[in-house]
C-alpha cells in the first residue's frame, strides 16, 4: 500500500475527498501518528502524477496550518513506515520538518524507495564496495 499521512484534519479531508473524485476508494484513518491514507499499490501511473501534485500541495496547507498555530496535538509528530523483510511493518519517527523539507523535493515513492534501499542494506548486509557489486 502507498501511505499518505498528514498532521491536520483539514488537508487530510480535502485530499481523501479528492481521491473518491478521481474514482479511487483509499483507506483512511485518524491513527496515532496523523491522519493516514493508503492506496493500492498498482494505482494507475498516469493518476499517480496528479495524486501526487495534489498531495504536495495539501502537504504546504498542512504546513500553513501549523505555522498559524492551528496544528493539533498529532502535528509534532510524523513517521515514515518501514516494510521489513519478515512481513513486518514498523513506523521510524522522523521530526515533521525534516519529513517536510524531504518531501518538498523528492516525491513520497522516491522517499520509499530510498528508505527500503536502507532496509535491505541492513538486513541484508553486503560488505563488497558499490563498484564491486
Given at each position: 500500500?502507498?501511505?499518505?499521512?498528514?498532521?491536520?484534519?483539514?488537508?487530510?479531508?480535502?485530499?481523501?475527498?479528492?481521491?473518491?473524485?478521481?474514482?479511487?476508494?483509499?483507506?483512511?484513518?485518524?491513527?496515532?501518528?496523523?491522519?493516514?491514507?493508503?492506496?493500492?499499490?498498482?494505482?494507475?501511473?498516469?493518476?499517480?502524477?496528479?495524486?501526487?501534485?495534489?498531495?504536495?500541495?495539501?502537504?504546504?496547507?498542512?504546513?500553513?496550518?501549523?505555522?498559524?498555530?492551528?496544528?493539533?496535538?498529532?502535528?509534532?509528530?510524523?513517521?515514515?513506515?518501514?516494510?521489513?523483510?519478515?512481513?513486518?511493518?514498523?513506523?521510524?519517527?522522523?521530526?515533521?520538518?525534516?519529513?517536510?523539507?524531504?518531501?518538498?523535493?523528492?516525491?513520497?515513492?522516491?522517499?520509499?524507495?530510498?528508505?527500503?534501499?536502507?532496509?535491505?542494506?541492513?538486513e541484508n548486509p553486503d560488505?563488497?564496495?558499490?563498484?564491486?557489486?
Open positions: 500500500m502507498l501511505e499518505y499521512i498528514f498532521f491536520h484534519e483539514r488537508p487530510w479531508t480535502l485530499f481523501v475527498e479528492y481521491l473518491r473524485q478521481k474514482g479511487l476508494d483509499p483507506v483512511s484513518d485518524h491513527e496515532e501518528q496523523g491522519y493516514m491514507v493508503r492506496l493500492p499499490e498498482d494505482t494507475d501511473d498516469d493518476l499517480m502524477g496528479a495524486i501526487e501534485t495534489r498531495y504536495d500541495e495539501l502537504l504546504d496547507l498542512n504546513e500553513a496550518l501549523f505555522s498559524a498555530g492551528q496544528e493539533d496535538e498529532h502535528l509534532h509528530t510524523a513517521g515514515i513506515s518501514v516494510a521489513l523483510n519478515d512481513g513486518r511493518t514498523v513506523q521510524a519517527a522522523v521530526e515533521p520538518e525534516l519529513l517536510g523539507r524531504l518531501l518538498q523535493v523528492v516525491s513520497t515513492d522516491e522517499l520509499g524507495r530510498f528508505v527500503s534501499a536502507i532496509v535491505d542494506a541492513v560488505e563488497r564496495s558499490i563498484c564491486r557489486r
